[in-house]
């Protein structure tokens, strides 16, 4: 158990993406608030955190207002955003009415269409998809020197990874149906006898244009030299066993771990305390052998490990010591975690 700080050192080199998955209110949000703060101030790079959470969990723990705000710079190179989905969701319906009433030269869109645009808000998937769209823009901008990804729970989480599959997919067949109308009128125009040269097809071009965007972001998140992916998870048989599914799941997506992160860890010397309330010495008790379970199960996968803080990390000065303890635990640490038999080291 290294810390984030030696598996950066060990790999070389910083990713250009690093995206913490999990269930919910395993530590995603703090995992990613820490990493953003330590890179952006201690490292100096230029750091974009964005939270994929339809809650506001960045507002939450940075204590500031940002959800729906675009962009916010909370401090020197540090710069979060948390997009209100819904809200993008009624944006993208807005310019698809306003392409098919440029497109067509209508005053309206007919009301049967309008009402299909309308219903898609509905769709299951549209959430995923408006946030994956997000994700891939912001990256395709390259304004940032690392964007930190704090994915929603695991369940909306695999679904907007896979989302990029379906997305290609998609486009892909739309796509080779424009294709084959554009062929048709070619034909057509050579049989009526026409020269006129016939005019670029402007939804084709920009079915192209969506396809090689999610084709490029799907390339990147799946590329493990450019992008790290960590898995977080508490010394629970609840957590043990979805991280091992999910696991499997992302692995079936290609997509492989780069590690695994074990959150809100009990100090173990507190056992000697003779005093401890018995509650707390079960808990501390029923963790440890967790810990083994992990170690049996994941092994060298896991690099780094947090605590318990005596207070809920939240605000500037709680994150900025979670950032230390996630990016090089210290010692006392690294014994909670390492004292497990079996433990990697």
């Known amino acids: 158990m290294q810390g984030l700080g030696q598996y950066f050192r060990s790999r070389g080199s910083t990713p250009e993406i690093v995206i913490f998955a999990g269930k919910g209110g ?9 990493l953003a703060w330590h890179m952006s101030q201690v490292e100096g790079k230029k750091t974009l955190c964005f939270s994929t959470d339809p809650q506001a969990s960045l507002s939450d723990i940075f204590e500031a207002d940002i959800f729906g705000r675009g962009v916010v710079e909370l401090r020197p190179n540090l710069f979060v955003v948390e997009i209100d989905a819904d809200r993008r969701v009624h944006d993208y319906q807005e310019q698809v009415r306003a392409k098919i009433r440029d497109m067509y030269g209508l005053d309206r869109v007919p009301e049967e269409i309008d009402e299909y645009i309308e219903s898609t808000s509905a769709e299951p998937a549209m959430y995923e998809s408006a946030t994956y769209d997000a994700m891939a823009e912001l990256v395709a901008a390259r304004e940032y020197e690392l964007y930190i990804f704090d994915m929603p729970p695991f369940g909306h989480g695999v679904r907007m990874v896979a989302m990029a599959d379906i997305l290609s997919k998609w ?9 084959k109308v554009a062929e048709y009128e070619a034909v057509a125009a050579t049989l009526k006898g026409g020269g006129k040269e016939r005019t670029e097809d402007a939804v084709l071009h920009e079915l192209l244009d969506i396809k090689r ?3 490029n972001f799907t390339d990147l998140i799946t590329d493990r030299r450019r992008t790290a992916f960590f898995m977080v998870l508490i ?11 999910a696991l ?19 100090p173990s010397d507190l056992l000697a305390d003779a005093e401890l309330p018995e509650f707390l010495r079960n808990r501390i008790g029923m963790q440890q052998g967790n810990l ?7 092994g060298s996968k896991v690099v780094a490990a947090m605590p318990m803080f005596p207070r809920e990390p939240k ?3 709680m994150i900025q010591a979670a950032a230390q303890v996630l990016m090089d635990p210290p010692e006392p640490v690294r014994r909670i975690f390492e004292a497990a038999p079996g433990a990697a080291r």
């Open 26 to 34: 395993l530590g995603k949000t703090t995992s990613s608030a820490a």
């Open 171 to 179: 486009v892909e067949k739309i796509t080779e149906a424009r294709e």
């Open 213 to 215: 965007q999610v084709t």
């Open 235 to 245: 010394p629970e048989q609840m957590a043990i066993v979805d991280t091992e599914r």
């Open 248 to 266: 499997r799941m992302f692995g079936e997506l290609h997509i492989e771990m780069s590690g695994l992160i074990v959150n809100q860890v009990y």
């Open 292 to 298: 083994v379970e992990i170690n049996r199960r994941f």
């Open 315 to 317: 605000g500037l000065e």
